[in-house]
């Protein structure tokens, strides 16, 4: 039978198939994210901008677009890409051609984080769609900063978004261990105000 687990550097082993909650930690999600590159590696800079990076920018946009949204919602905007510490992140057109077994295997993944954090196991839908309109607005700033588009093509691809939301964002690559440290500090933070 082939092996369905990782081990963990805080020692947990996570069955990728039966993920449990207590086998989740924040600093493994962290070092993961940090690690795993947005776009495949295709950006501009000295440094990968990483999944972990992505997440912080798609929580602070989050919270500017939905500034009476709950602590909880914030926090599952900032963990909405989580478990690619362990599936990496895949391109659309990759997920596509997998088929269902990704969703299926990010399904289980992300209850069991949401569950080990204080969420439900599945946010509800409008959250989702709010964290996803977050989402593209925060690939659309990636698009036009470090991975090279035009700004016509990403409005294209992603809808230009209100500049008022963006004007004072730019996106600045740094090392992995910073990053890892803001994922986490960010992360408690959104937990003590719970």
Known sequence: MARAWQRMLSGRRLD???????????????????????WNGQTYGDFPYSVAEHSLLVEELFGRMNPSAPQKWRLAALLHDAP????????????????????????RLMSAIHIRFGLPASVPATVKKAIKRADRVSAWLEATQIAGFRMAEADRFFGHPDEGLISDLTIDLRPPVEVRHAFVARHEALLARL
């Open 16 to 38: 990728l198939l039966d993920p449990t909650p207590v086998d989740i930690e924040i600093e493994d999600i962290a070092h993961g994210l940090a690690f795993v590159a947005r």
């Open 84 to 107: 690619e510490y362990v599936i990496g992140d895949m391109i659309s057109p990759v997920k596509a051609a997998v088929g269902p077994g990704y969703g299926e295997l990010d399904d």
